[in-house]
T-cell receptor, first 115, second 108 residues
Framework: EAGVVQSPRYKIIEKKQPVAFWCNPISGHNTLYWYLQNLGQGPELLIRYENEEAVDDSQLPKDRFSAERLKGVDSTLKIQPAELGDSAVYLC?????????????FGEGSRLTVL | AQRVTQPEKLLSVFKGAPVELKCNYSYSGSPELFWYVQYSRQRLQLLLRHISRESIKGFTADLNKGETSFHLKKPFAQEEDSAMYYCALMRNFNKFYFGSGTKLNVKP
């Protein structure tokens, strides 16, 4: 089992350019999360999916960020246009869902640098 | 509202010394609390959860509702314990809030 897979691992772009991140959760995990982790901070939730439904996107800056989880499996997170302040690590995590035991399984993260 | 607070950014101890990583939370309901750990060049992973009342790698954490704390403790630190530690609170089964993390450095 490869665990949660994210790509790309690293991305460097200029401001105002678009960027997309991809996540493949652990097979059978219904709940998928995208977290933002700024330097020196803990993960902050951007969006949570239960299957294909976004059930919590209150922290997602919808003017420039979008996400989708077609067919309730893979997910993509897009930023368009990127700003300097978007430089951070974007973490994807998945869990079984339902009455969660509290174990999130994280990917290795996608580190974004906006120049 | 800040729900999980880890007051120490960095904690340095010598090998064999006791270690305590502090975590305080604010939540009006019945909290479920966890410690996650990230070793160097590894992904973030669950260390332990309060509901299990277990000891993992010699670490324990007791939920103190009166002090709203969930401090992580180990009586004798090892060099391999050096990592980033994040306290997390879960509500509504699937909503997690993480603290800002404490970097533990165990010196030889």
């Amino acid at each position: 089992e490869a665990g949660v897979v994210q790509s790309p691992r690293y991305k460097i772009i200029e401001k105002k350019q678009p960027v997309a991140f991809w996540c493949n959760p652990i097979s059978g995990h219904n709940t998928l999360y995208w977290y933002l982790q700024n330097l020196g901070q803990g993960p902050e939730l951007l969006i949570r999916y239960e299957n294909e439904e976004a059930v919590d996107d209150s922290q997602l800056p919808k003017d420039r960020f979008s996400a989708e989880r077609l067919k309730g499996v893979d997910s993509t997170l897009k930023i368009q246009p990127a700003e300097l302040g978007d430089s951070a690590v974007y973490l994807c995590a998945s869990s079984l869902g339902g009455r969660n035991t509290g174990e999130l399984f994280f990917g290795e993260g996608s580190r974004l640098t906006v120049l | 509202a800040q729900r999980v607070t880890q007051p120490e950014k960095l904690l340095s101890v010598f090998k064999g010394a006791p270690v305590e990583l502090k975590c305080n939370y604010s939540y009006s309901g019945s909290p479920e609390l966890f410690w996650y750990v990230q070793y160097s060049r590894q992904r973030l992973q669950l260390l332990l959860r309060h509901i299990s009342r277990e000891s993992i790698k010699g670490f324990t954490a007791d939920l103190n509702k009166g002090e709203t704390s969930f401090h992580l403790k180990k009586p004798f630190a090892q060099e391999e314990d050096s990592a980033m530690y994040y306290c997390a609170l879960m509500r509504n089964f699937n909503k997690f809030y993480f603290g800002s993390g404490t970097k533990l450095n165990v010196k030889p």
